[in-house]
Nanobody, 124 residues
Framework: QVQLVESGGGLVQAGSSLGLSCVAS????????MGWFRRAPGKEREFIGGISRLGSSTYYADSVKGRFTISRDNTKNTLYLQMNSLKPEDTAVYYC?????????????????WGQGTQVTVSS
């Protein structure tokens, strides 16, 4: 069983940048695709983007494409989310996730391990 712990959330102003990290333990993650989701107040959990097991391929939701970048360092068992040009509508709890069975998952059902989430609040 893998444990995922996110960090790096906080309160920032619109237009600024913020980086999140997700450290995995209990399993080497280099064999698995990973991704990020978020849940804004009153909304369903939304897929933000994903990354292949070796980091050679990334893919994003249209809502964040061009502003957010996902990367990973398998030597550190860590997933990253760099968020630039933040907007108030990016305010949400951000979750990292791991898929032990899918190569390019984009839905919640495609992931089977989740972190507890970290709050990101963007003020206008």
């Amino acid at each position: 069983q893998v444990q995922l712990v996110e960090s790096g959330g906080g309160l920032v102003q619109a237009g600024s940048s913020l980086g999140l990290s997700c450290v995995a333990s209990g399993r080497t993650v280099s064999s698995y695709a990973m991704g990020w989701f978020r849940r804004a107040p009153g909304k369903e959990r939304e897929f933000i983007g994903g990354i292949s097991r070796l980091g050679s391929s990334t893919y994003y939701a249209d809502s964040v494409k061009g502003r957010f970048t996902i990367s990973r360092d398998n030597t550190k068992n860590t997933l990253y989310l760099q968020m630039n040009s933040l907007k108030p509508e990016d305010t949400a709890v951000y979750y990292c996730a791991l898929s032990s069975f899918a190569t390019r998952p984009t839905t919640m059902g495609g992931f089977d391990s989740w972190g507890q989430g970290t709050q990101v609040t963007v003020s206008s």
